[in-house]
């Protein structure tokens, strides 16, 4: 038996599948796992993430089984389950040894390593189905001394975002300001949730930040490539390491750009932050945020029908984890 | 072109209230199957299965900024809250009013696009032209590229309804009542033909731009969401076949995307209205909604789940075992060799898990534990399957035997209180007795100490 020993990432787990095949070894023989847990007569050979690599592990599963398909093993590689690893190897090798045509990966759902990838990933779209709609953000200040906050390890962040800002002010009349959300899901929706609303806010500068994995999203405004190619390239901060994120947005939604060339450069870059971040804690609402923020839970309050009343359902729909995070169901608003 | 002057001095939070208020009862859906990725530059796109922002304490849910222009109205609809014979506040917005709400509020997240209605000021013509100003505003001037539902008003002028189909993802003609007698009763100034005008109109629009796209990619959509209408559950008294017969010629004849049904709500006290002391009609709306994706989804025919002579849904049993029941002849379906289309006739077996049944299979036989991860509700689908020529368990497939375990342990008691029981009677199955039955009592009955 042979243990292959991933990180958490996607992209050490692909690096393993190829290196499964390079080696040749038969797949019964091969295990992915990503805990430090022993196992008796195996031989354990930690993984180093591979950029070529996982390169062309992509494009093989992207030719193979489509895009769809590609996004589901990508989703089902987001789930914090310690099993994934070893179900996505087998889930290709599955499809590539059945030879499954474009769309059909997940159709032999009999087998246990393909259902276990298959509800894998259907936990993780549901998630990001409900985090899509429940991520509120908040319009927040970009004041001067929030950069000297107690010497922040985010104050390069701030510097980028006040630049953007300043643009932002210089192209149109009246200042574009940050959007700010928090988000703690289950799983490792960044990677979606950012395309998705990068699509959706071209013009606006919002981070993200999961919490729970202290990690942020951060989308500049549209036109001003010059100094993003600035500053995503340094990154000196201690607290926070920036990721290549261009090519990590690249390789889900964009990616095929590939083939397609035309498509435009993803503009949002993810950034983990160590445990003393503390960055995001002193922000500021803008001025009219409280007014929207009023207005939007008067309205969930006016738009419910009385005699319709269905608190369970309501729970059903919207689970509590999610209110923590939610305008409208904070204590100090009027519900 | 006058403009709006009602409640002129309210706060935004006021006609919001108001206006919101007024709005609730109409049903939308931001899942129109369309797609439309961001364009580089304005704010906003589209999904195709739609997203829910939030649920309200009804439960249902909050995807769109659901509000009136206006609840000024001229028409003296029995059902309506803001017919004008109500004494109730009234309020107004203006188009900028409501640019900037559905920008701040979709830009915050909140919510998936705007729900545009309104009351009737003045005529139909002028509130459609009011309606569709907005909505160009909306579009061109904040740049707003997000989903957007609005009602098309009957009566209005046709060209107004094609500008506005331009410039919004969905439109909807409320047909308020199923039929022209109801509608007669209640509305006495709607007429059915002026509703299912600009519905036809609408339909021959989307059409018409069908064709114009495959000619000219770039061609401005027309309605791409498709349109929708809305009915109201028991404020008259027809039947759940008409109702059903009339949903399904809308999406045969009007090729509707959906049919909202909406429980009446008392709001207004009149003699003309039906009283209800238990509330809305939930169930029946629950269950007309089942038959309506049992229309669209699994190919069955109105006619096929009520008749004349059953006018009405079991309250016990959902349309489709209803129909599973009295139509025994059908089954037992053998899960390995059934075509897709009598797998989806199979209580239990949705549109998901027969498609991944019939995926499956390809690679060899399936059995029970197996049909059960592919998600297959067995509770429901054991009496009507076999695999591999076996049942799961020794099943009968007696109509009584089957409606008996489909519904004894939903609602026993209610069961047992009409007076229908089928089962053995035991000492526990007084109404009255609510206990829990403990394994040492049974053991006394049985050996006869109690």
Known sequence: MTVYQCEDSMESVFTAVYRAYEEKRPPEEVSLSMTDEPMLFAEFIPVEPDRERTRKVVSTLWRNFGEDDYLKICMALAAPDPEKGQAVYRTIVHGLRDKCRQGHLFDDLKDDYVRKTFELARGVLREYDHQRGFLRFKEVELIQDCRNVAEDPGGELWGEFSLCADAGASREAGARSVLYARIGPKNHLLTFLMPHFADRFPGENFIIYDESRKIIGIHPAEGREEEKGETSGTGKGEGIRKEQCERKGGSFRGSSGDAAGEQKPMTWYLASCGDGFTALDGLRSSGRELAYQELFTYFCLKIAIRERRNLELQRNMLPLRFREYMTEFQKNMKQ | ?450
């Not at chain 2, 796109?45 to 900024?65: M, Q, Y």
């Not at chain 2, 993802?169 to 007669?184: F, H, I, Q, W, Y």
């Not at chain 2, 008996?404 to 089962?423: A, D, V």
């Open chain 2, 1 to 450: 072109m006058g403009a709006l002057t009602v409640g002129q001095g309210m706060t935004l939070m006021e006609k919001l209230g108001i206006l919101a208020d007024a709005a609730k009862y109409d049903v939308a859906c931001t899942s129109s199957g369309v797609d439309r990725r961001g364009n580089g530059h304005s704010s906003g796109n589209c999904v195709a299965c739609g997203i829910c922002h939030s649920f309200s304490a009804d439960g249902r849910c909050i995807s769109l900024l659901k509000i009136l222009l206006t609840n000024e109205c001229i028409y003296d609809c029995k059902y309506c809250i803001n017919r004008c014979s109500n004494d109730v506040p009234r309020a107004a917005f203006t188009p900028d009013e409501i640019c900037t709400l559905t920008m701040e509020f979709y830009r915050r997240n909140y919510i998936e696009g705007l729900f545009l209605s309104s009351g009737i000021v003045q005529s139909p013509t002028f509130t459609m032209e009011l309606i569709c100003r907005t909505l160009w505003l909306l579009r061109s001037r904040y740049r707003f590229n997000g989903y957007i539902h609005v009602k098309a008003i009957p009566g209005a002028d046709p060209e107004l309804i094609r500008q506005t189909g331009f410039l919004a993802d969905r439109m909807s003609v409320n047909l308020e009542l199923p039929t022209a007698e109801g509608l007669k009763s209640l509305a006495p100034n709607k007429h059915r033909r002026n509703i299912l005008t600009p519905m036809r109109q609408i339909q021959n629009g989307i059409h018409a731009n069908r064709n114009e796209l495959a000619l000219y990619r770039s061609a401005p959509r027309f309605v791409s969401g498709g349109q929708s209408t809305q009915m109201i559950i028991g404020a008259t008294g027809e039947s759940d076949y008409q109702i059903l017969e009339v949903a399904q010629s809308l999406y045969r004849k009007f090729e509707l995307k959906r049919v909202f049904y909406s429980a009446f709500v008392r709001v207004n006290e009149d003699r003309a209205l039906p009283a209800l002391p238990g509330g809305p009609p939930l169930l029946r709306e629950h269950r007309l909604y089942q038959a309506d994706w049992l229309l669209r989804f699994y190919g069955f025919q109105a006619e096929e789940l009520l008749s004349e002579s059953r006018p009405f849904f079991n309250v016990l049993l959902d349309p489709k075992e209803d129909w599973a029941v009295r139509h025994l002849e059908f089954f037992p379906v053998e899960i390995n060799r059934a075509s897709y289309e009598q797998l989806l006739r199979v209580p239990g077996v949705g549109v998901k898990s027969a498609k991944r049944i019939v995926a499956a299979r390809r690679n060899g036989n399936l059995n029970f534990e197996q049909l059960k991860k592919l998600g297959v509700v067995m509770k429901r689908a054991l009496y009507f399957i076999t695999c591999g020529g076996r049942m799961m368990y020794r099943t009968k497939l007696e109509e009584d035997y089957i409606v008996r375990n489909l519904t004894c342990e939903r609602n026993r008691i209610q069961f047992g209180s009409e007076g229908m029981t089928y089962r053995q009677m035991s000492l526990f199955d007084d109404g009255r007795f609510q206990r829990q039955v403990t394994p040492q009592e049974k053991l006394q009955v049985a050996v006869g100490q109690i």
